[in-house]
């Protein structure tokens, strides 16, 4: 029996870690209003099981990123998914929205280790011409669990309580924990003599925390109000000091030369601007369906399907476009489509038919299946082999603060368009389906976000031009050498304005 090549298993088991964090993220969107219902809660606090996660993921992305690069991807991806699955039980047996939010930001730091490691295992196993063939297999993965995300929580919560949205990762975990300590192993040997950036990760990490906090902090009194301006102050402070150390340190946190490499550079900006543009759709689409509409939690799962189902396929076949033609052609046309369907959302009203919003989902679909394989194995290709763990948690840092920031304006567009009384009695969750004349209010502001959100995507396409397209040209080795490695591939990158 021919055995199996190294590179596929390492996909085959960092798409696990793919298909684990997909389904939790869609899942417990889903289940917010069931979990407040439980815990006496409110939105305010609820919004912390989703921001508290994406806050301590994204603070640490860049830390386990420069470890792994020190110390091992390996080590660093299967403790993550140890941390992720202990996480997800604590969350499941947690008794008040306290616990909850604690327990969400252990799984955080499992799934940032998760995230840190995957794409750099992928690129360092896979040549530069299957490299958007793998991205595009773990896009499926993205799209599968997008799919099983809405469809299991639906059924969970049918049928009994929210704590299995968390608890079902349990088997999961155990195998893929079990996996990766079993079948993967570090290719390159972990470079001696570096020395880990404290002061870097410090001022990065408080940066990142007092920016987030701003963020999400001022939905309810506002952006300007003197203690939000305050977090925006220490963060600016400590990300302009991170700023300075880095191009000081003889071993930094994050290397800066990464985007001296402009295909790189604009590469992770179109990523970052594409998150803070479609991140929440869902969000607001959820609401619509059950607060607007009035549909239960899995007959609202069940209408979202057409966004994950038509990503899921075309994923892959972007992936493999994108390893003939490179990368750029295929991420521009998606967001383009992203671009379209966005427009189409803001048109919608408490009486639009359904085939309008299932045609704009499919088109959100489409379009983020073109975007998201190409983009990403343009990024990381255009990545030297040393540093792959901190350029792909630099590209998955920018991703999930586009996240935030998206989050974050959804829920001020709820909030500003109702009136003060209905919205507070809206956020302790003292209302379920909304008036007629609310409904139409909310769906009025939610048009708003969406437009704002096109615009985002204007701008991602002129990053996504920008930065040109990649030739590839394998670089001949000299003679009892060893090929160069010019772009992270072992292929010269020449770049096609």
Known sequence: MKKVEYKWVALAVTTIGSLMVAIDSTIVILALPNMLQELHSNLVRMTWVIIGYLLVSTVLLLTFGRMADMFGRVRLYNLGFAVFTIGSVLCGLAQNDTMLILSRVVQGAGGAMLSANAMAIITEVFPAEQRGQAMGFNAITWGLGSVLGPVLGGLILAAGSWRWIFLVNLPIGIIATLAAY???????????????????????????VFLLLGITGGIGPGWLSPSILSFFAIALVALVAFVIWERRVAYPMLDLHLFDNHQYGFSVGAAALQSLAVFAVNFLLIFYLQGVLGYNPLTAALLILPLPVVTSIV??????????????????????????????????????????LALALALMGFGGGLFWSPNTSTTM???????????????NTMRNVGMVFSFAVALAVAAATMPPALMNAVFLGTVGHLAPS????????????FLASAFIC??????????????RVPVAAPQGGVASTEGGDGVQLVGKR
């Open 458 to 471: 204007v701008l991602a396409i002129f990053c996504s031009l920008v930065r040109g397209n990649v030739q």
């Open 182 to 208: 079993l079948l993967l192993h570090d290719i390159a040997p972990n470079p001696k003599g570096e020395k880990f950036d404290l002061v870097g990760a410090f001022l990065f990490s408080i940066g990142l």
């Open 381 to 395: 290709g255009a990545a030297p082999r040393n540093r792959l763990g901190v350029a792909s948690a630099t590209l």
């Open 438 to 449: 609310i409904s139409s209010a909310f769906t009025s502001g939610m048009g708003h976000a």
């Open 315 to 356: 994923g892959p076949l972007s992936g493999v476009w994108a390893d003939r033609i490179g990368g750029m052609i295929p991420a521009t046309i998606g967001l383009v489509v992203q671009g379209a369907a966005l427009v189409l959302l803001s048109f919608l009203t408490p009486r639009t038919p359904y085939l309008v």
